[in-house]
């Protein structure tokens, strides 16, 4: 599992991009063929501007390389080769395309460069015809290149909505693709032979592939040839196994490196990781968290695979934080899109120094559908001031007034109470009937987050004192609201039915603030705010009253401060 940095990440994607848009033109330039052989030469000459350019050279072969490179530091940085399948696919494919590519490009390219000789369709075309072998790996090239080109798209764009939605149409197309570039060759393929049917000569063999000789002169591409006293010293077959032999030589260092550094790894100290479902994972210090929970074949989420895309790995870190380094960028910039709290982490890109304890976020089945859609509790624990407002008896009001009256006074209500929300600073959470919840300090901190909630409450009461004068005439009795105010840990984040998820909070403090309002009506108050949120506020209320209150499902009795008027605490503020 490798960890990347931001940089890494980009350049992959970049350089994936660029390789990708290149063998869709060359595939679709391909297809051409069901038109006719002089279609296809055609868009050839056009694309072969931009190709053969100095730019366009610089990103296709900068790119091959580059992701090549990438792919190498990623097999390198792997402590463990358990994988999701289609990781592994992706892998295997990838490797592959070079060798099948390597005779192909030092024909062409290596034709171009070496002899100034433009190999079109037509030489290609009756080369591969002669040669079984030759046709074969083609045939095997074209569809490898492509798989691993629809493979890497789908993982990169299934993050993406627009793409969920376009994926019916995108299937068919990805099928239809390789099966066109085939009956488009194979259609060519009749036309050369109905125009030229004596075309079948050795002058279009592959030959320098395969070591093919003549007194005069020798191959070195398609169908073109040279005499022997002004061949370059460098032929396109010699490049080929230049090719080769880099490429295959890469790949053995880079495996026996892997065992080096697994060898030196047995002298690795020691790490555990425990498990929430109770068991204890041995793993080495340099392992990532998922390399070890995979090592133990303990299911966990990546919808990415392990590269920093998602954050669907992550988990809590209990005991043994501090045996963590801090976040890398591309980790922090990943948990910084979902403003995760300091002790999450992702567990792709975690690599413990010690002993920690974790707990995974999300469930290990969680499929790319699920992990974005909303809905469920997915949150953090944090400090939060919570404030329960009430709108005091709204059902004997609904006796008296015609429904539409009612809704009418509610949405007079609401409206006055969402911007006091609004201008102190606080976030509308949730609404109930005639109540709603609010909460505070989510960006401003605790302690500003209580002063805001205490000014947010004076600012309801002197709204609800204005629509009762507005209302005058309309109402037989004024409106009265009562509101509780209450600070301590919560679960804060994104939560409620799937339709209509909101941003919330639940826990023990958001429901002694719900029973808080609730005491209102028993002291014959409006505002009943404990003494958790004054002390955090930094504020001297010695000089009010405190009452001691019993709230439903706690045992010990909470300190409050019972304010008749909101307004007579303001100069305390």
């Not at 940095?5 to 660029?18: D, V």
């Not at 051409?32 to 072969?61: D, K």
């Not at 004024?478 to 509101?483: C, D, E, S, V, Y």
Request: glycine content about 10%; overall charge positive; proline content about 3%.
């Amino acid at each position: 599992m490798a960890i990347l940095t931001l940089t890494e990440r980009r350049l992959r994607i970049s350089t994936g991009l660029i390789l990708a848009t290149y063998i869709t033109v060359h595939l679709s330039n391909h297809m051409l063929g069901l038109i006719s052989l002089s279609a296809m030469e055609s868009m050839r000459e056009v694309v072969t501007i931009l190709w053969r350019s100095f730019i366009g050279g610089l990103l296709i072969y900068g790119s091959l390389l580059t992701h090549f490179i990438l792919a190498l530091m990623s097999l390198y940085r792997r402590t463990t080769l358990r994988m999701q399948r289609w990781e592994l696919w992706q892998l295997i494919l990838g490797l592959s395309i070079i060798p099948l590519l390597a005779g192909h490009a030092s024909a062409t390219w290596g034709g171009r460069i070496l002899m100034d000789a433009d190999i079109g369709y037509e030489s290609v075309l009756n080369a591969i015809q002669a040669d079984g072998w030759l046709r074969t790996r083609q045939l095997l090239l074209v569809i490898v290149a492509w798989i691993h080109v629809c493979v890497g798209l789908h993982f990169f764009l299934r993050l993406s909505s627009w793409y969920r939605r376009s994926m019916a149409y995108f299937y068919p197309l990805a099928i239809l693709v390789p099966l066109l570039v085939i009956l488009a060759l194979v259609r060519v393929n009749f036309e050369m032979k109905a125009s030229k049917p004596e075309a079948q000569s050795s002058a279009y063999a592959y030959e320098y592939d395969y070591g093919a000789d003549s007194s005069s002169s020798d191959s070195y591409g398609y169908g073109e040839t040279i005499s022997k006293e002004s061949a370059p010293k460098l032929t396109p077959e010699s490049l080929s196994n230049l090719v080769l032999l880099i490429f295959y030589g890469l790949v053995v260092l880079t495996l026996l490196a892997r065992i080096i550094r697994d060898y030196r790894g047995r002298l690795a100290s020691n790490i555990s990781i425990k498990h929430i479902n109770g068991r204890e994972l041995k793993g080495k210090e340099g392992q990532t968290i998922l390399e070890i929970l995979r090592e133990h074949k303990i299911p966990h989420a990546s919808v990415c695979g392990g590269r920093g895309r998602c954050t669907t790995c992550r988990v809590r870190i209990g005991d043994g934080s501090t045996a963590l380094q801090a976040p890398g960028e591309l980790e922090q910039f990943a948990l910084k899109r979902i403003d995760a709290a300091p002790n999450i982490r992702l567990a792709c890109q975690t690599r413990p120094g010690g002993d920690v304890q974790i707990t995974p976020m999300l469930p290990p089945d969680l499929s790319i559908g699920k992990s974005l859609r909303s809905g469920g509790v997915s949150g953090q624990e944090r400090a939060v001031v919570s404030m329960f407002v009430d709108l005091r008896d709204s059902t004997k009001m609904g006796e008296k007034h015609l429904p539409y009256d009612v809704l009418f006074i509610l949405n007079r209500f609401f409206i006055e109470m969402s911007d006091a929300l609004s201008q102190s600073h606080g976030h509308y959470a949730q609404f109930a009937g005639d109540g709603l919840m609010a909460l505070y300090g989510l960006k401003r901190g605790l302690k500003q987050g209580c002063l805001d909630a205490l000014r947010g409450a004076v600012d309801m009461q002197a709204r609800m004192n204005a629509l009762n004068q507005k209302l005058d005439g309309e109402i037989e009795e004024p409106l009265r609201i009562g509101i509780g105010i209450h600070c301590g840990e919560a679960i804060v984040g994104s939560m409620g039915p799937p339709t209509t998820p909101n941003y919330s909070a639940i826990g023990d403090s958001i429901n002694a603030a719900a029973r808080l309002e609730g005491q209102s009506k028993e002291l014959g108050c409006v505002l009943v705010v404990s003494d958790q949120v004054i002390e955090a506020a930094g504020l001297d209320f010695s000089h009010l009253p405190t009452e001691q209150v019993n709230l439903r499902g706690k045992q010990q009795s909470v300190g409050v401060y019972a304010i008749k008027n909101p307004a007579d605490i303001l100069g305390f503020l």
